[in-house]
């Protein structure tokens, strides 16, 4: 079994629909022997989510909770199937992790052709580090044509280990996407998209798929300091570049 580093999708208090602070998300993260969590709130569409204010006060926070990193991010909201996000240009570059995924309240569920092409343009958005929770079985997409976008445009594909109980056909349509990039050669980053503290690093059932399938230990970011540290500087740089 793989082990993993750094939880890449969190949520707080920020957020109504979660139920921790920052500072108990790190303590739980430093028992479980993490380095490090990605601060990953929803954009502002969302209902119940933190406006622009809570994205723009980021410097206030601590490099360090708990000997526990802290990586300042976001999970910004699809908001149509053209692509267009619920953060601006300017917020975006500022951060350290950006995931962009597909929630009904804010988008709902269209064809297979439609997500396809939601994706699609996402990858072409340099301010974009991650696809999030692409296993979700109510935005199913031709996943070929996307996975080849996204290693043309190095992004990284989220294996969400909360999605594997809560939206369904999430275990098999990750198995399938997950075997795409071990063919492309296109990495991963391991969540638990917790939204209470006991669940940071709930890596069960994500890490159980890939185990099944022998995906490769290097392709997955935050299974090593160094390659998800590295990782996080590099797609950092490129946005602040993408934007200058």
């Given at each position: ?77 699809i908001m149509d199937y053209d692509g267009a996000l619920d953060l601006d240009a300017a917020m975006l ?92 050669e296109i990495p991963v980053v391991v969540s638990s998209d917790a939204h209470y503290a006991d669940t ?10 890939l185990s099944e399938i022998s995906f490769p230990e290097r392709l997955i970011l935050n299974a090593d ?20």
């Amino acid at each position: 079994m793989y082990k993993i580093i750094a939880d890449t999708h969190t949520h707080t208090v920020a957020c109504d629909h979660a139920y921790s602070t920052l500072s108990e998300n790190a303590g739980a993260a430093r028992e479980k022997g993490l380095d490090a969590i990605v601060m990953t709130e929803h954009g502002p569409a969302m209902p119940g989510a933190s406006t622009w204010m809570h994205f723009s006060n980021f410097d206030i926070i601590p490099r360090e909770i708990c000997g526990v990193a802290i990586i300042k991010g976001a999970e910004v909201n699809i908001m149509d199937y053209d692509g267009a996000l619920d953060l601006d240009a300017a917020m975006l570059a500022r951060m350290e992790w950006v995931i962009a995924s597909m929630h009904t309240p804010t988008l709902l569920p269209g064809t297979r052709e439609q997500h396809t092409n939601a994706w699609l343009k996402i990858t072409e958005n340099p301010l974009v580090d991650v696809l999030g929770h692409t296993g979700d079985g109510r935005y199913e997409f031709f996943h070929e044509p996307v996975l080849k976008a996204v290693k043309e445009t190095g992004k990284v594909i989220e294996i969400n280990s909360h999605s594997f109980r809560v939206r369904k056909g999430s275990g098999v349509n990750c198995r399938d996407i997950a075997l795409l990039c071990e063919k492309l050669e296109i990495p991963v980053v391991v969540s638990s998209d917790a939204h209470y503290a006991d669940t940071i690093g709930d890596f069960e059932l994500a890490l159980q798929m890939l185990s099944e399938i022998s995906f490769p230990e290097r392709l997955i970011l935050n299974a090593d300091k160094d390659r998800f540290f590295a990782a996080v500087e590099a797609r950092k740089a490129y946005r602040l570049g993408a934007v200058t």
